[in-house]
């Protein structure tokens, strides 16, 4: 095991959500691994003393929730707005909709290979669902980034996260790229010219 | 002390009853707070998060889907309305992004080296790396290591995989003790 694989390894550990083959390989490299031990102690040691101390008085939970109160009260005392409810059901209709974009286009796909012609109504049918949302998508931003949300779940669901103890490409994580110092960016810039031969434009 | 499962008291918050859903609030506004302290960095900003979070479960408690988490939602809204907070901030004050070679704080003219032990000193030089952090990985830190959700509750919250989770803590960790190696050496065991 390298290192850069012990220390994500570490992480999950001190999380609880290490299982237990990688448990047992990991410790077999921290027995040969100094450099990671000593890691192991600094990440422990962040992890107790990063706890918050949010103790607050009884009196200013109680303030708290007066004040709450008061916000709740200066709306009118209106129950819960169904707003959000009709949002979050634009959302899923959406999302369906684009469940039979992909069924038509596999049904498309099925039946090219087989030499049979598309009919136009099939896609006529699937016009008349699609354009008034892809019309209320345009008027309202929210609800296609809801929708884009949605249709993201749905594909999660069906191409589930690869095994945890499988390797990981750190760069898939567009997160990656915007914790890195410019340092590292340019040790990646360094690694990848030694790799390819090729310099960057200058 | 009311005994009436969340469930039950989400359903009466859903027809209006406020009575239901202040208790809710009692329930939940130390979780809510602690999220959007650590998303904040200070207590009266998290306050005025807290409070928005809490509106907004009220307004949205319709849109709440029974038979899912009432604090996992809750959680989501908190997250979500941390960042859009954090988000207006930045346009507003143009913060500094994250840099791992910055030394960690300036000296504090307040505290008082007699009384402050190096174990206190690191405590708030951790607070202050961790405020230093990327949002996304301060949210799944905060959800993560304070309020001690496991990688898939955590996943569940920010709408994200278990991986992602777990691969955002580690780089949150590596840029943490990247930054704070020398004081975490000095409080060596």
């Known amino acids: 095991m390298r290192c850069r694989t012990a220390r994500r390894r570490l992480s999950d550990e001190l999380d609880g959500a290490l299982a237990p083959g990688p448990k ?62 009709r949002a979050w059901s634009r959302g899923w209709a959406w999302a369906a909709a684009a469940a039979l974009v992909l069924v038509a286009m596999t049904a498309w796909y099925v039946l090219q290979r087989s030499g049979g012609p598309v009919p136009l109504e099939t896609w006529n049918a699937y016009d008349d669902v699609l354009t008034p949302l892809v019309q209320a998508a345009d008027a309202d931003l929210e609800l296609a980034a809801r929708a884009d949300r949605e249709v993201g779940a749905m594909i999660d669901e069906l191409a589930p996260a690869p095994d945890t103890d499988a390797v990981v490409l750190p760069a ?4 990656f790229w915007e914790g890195l110092s410019d340092d590292d960016l340019r040790g990646i810039v360094a690694d990848l010219e030694e ?8 | ?44 900003d998290a306050d005025d998060l807290a409070q928005e979070v809490f ?57 008082d080296p007699e009384r402050s032990s190096s174990l206190t000193e690191l405590t708030g030089r951790i607070g202050q790396a961790l405020a230093g952090l990327p949002d996304h990985f301060r949210a799944t830190f905060a959800l993560v290591v304070d309020q001690g959700l496991s ?39």
């Not at chain 1, 790799?195 to 200058?202: C, D, E, F, I, V």
């Not at chain 2, 988000?87 to 505290?111: C, Y």
């Open chain 1, 172 to 175: 898939a994580d567009p997160l």
């Open chain 1, 24 to 85: 047992v390989r990991l410790e077999v490299h921290l027995q040969a691994c100094p450099a990671c031990r000593a890691y192991r102690e600094r990440i422990g040691l962040i992890q107790d003393r990063a706890k918050f101390s949010d103790e607050r008085s009884p009196g200013s939970w109680a303030a708290f929730e007066r004040a709450l109160e008061a916000k709740l009260d200066a709306q009118g005392n209106k129950g819960p707005s169904l707003e959000g409810w």
């Open chain 1, 195 to 202: 790799q390819t031969g090729r310099g960057g434009p200058a």
């Open chain 2, 151 to 189: 990688h898939a509750d955590a996943a569940a919250v920010l709408g994200c995989s278990e991986n992602t989770v777990s691969w955002r803590m580690h780089k949150a960790r590596r840029l943490l003790q990247a930054r704070l190696k020398p004081y975490l050496e000095e409080n060596r065991t």
């Open chain 2, 55 to 111: 509106l907004t479960a009220w307004k949205s408690m319709a849109s709440f889907r029974s038979g899912s988490s009432f604090y996992t939602w809750l959680y989501r809204i908190t997250v979500n309305t941390s960042l859009t907070c954090l988000k207006k901030r930045r346009r507003e004050k143009n913060r500094a992004p994250f840099d791992e070679n910055l030394p960690v704080g300036e000296p504090g003219p307040a505290e």
């Open chain 2, 1 to 44: 002390m009311d005994e009436r499962p969340d469930e039950r008291l989400v359903d009466e918050a859903r027809k209006g009853g406020r009575e239901a859903f202040a208790e809710l609030v009692r329930r939940h506004e130390r979780r809510v707070y602690g999220v959007a302290l650590r998303m904040a960095g200070n207590v009266a």
